[in-house]
Nanobody, 115 residues
């Protein structure tokens, strides 16, 4: 079993910053990929950013240059630093872990960008 617990969402004004955290616990293998996805009302869930246990990263074009994903392997924790936030970044953000052909999801954390 794997559990993912997210934190750090909230309300922020356009141009502001937020930092999301996701702590994984349970049966975590050394080789895995963690990441963030988001889902806005009426839209499909989409990739935001991923990072492998080796540190390779991948970003959606819409967040490149504004968001930074990082991880602490010792703590099985992944972070998403979000800068220059825009109203279109408003969504529920979900943490994701993929290992050995399986994937796990967190419960989601709401990010709202509004003045």
């Amino acid at each position: 079993q794997v559990q993912l617990v997210e934190s750090g969402g909230g309300l922020v004004q356009p141009g502001g910053s937020l930092r999301l955290s996701c702590a994984a616990s349970g049966s975590i293998f050394i080789i895995n990929a963690m990441g963030w996805y988001r889902q806005a009302p009426g839209k499909e869930r989409e990739l935001v950013a991923t990072i492998t246990s080796g540190g390779s990263t991948n970003y959606a074009d819409s967040v490149k240059g504004r968001f930074t994903i990082s991880r602490d392997n010792a703590k099985n924790t992944v972070y998403l630093q979000m800068n220059s936030l825009k109203p279109e970044d408003t969504a529920v953000y979900y943490c994701n872990l993929q290992q050995r052909g399986l994937q796990y999801w967190g419960q989601g954390t709401q990010v709202t960008v509004s003045s």
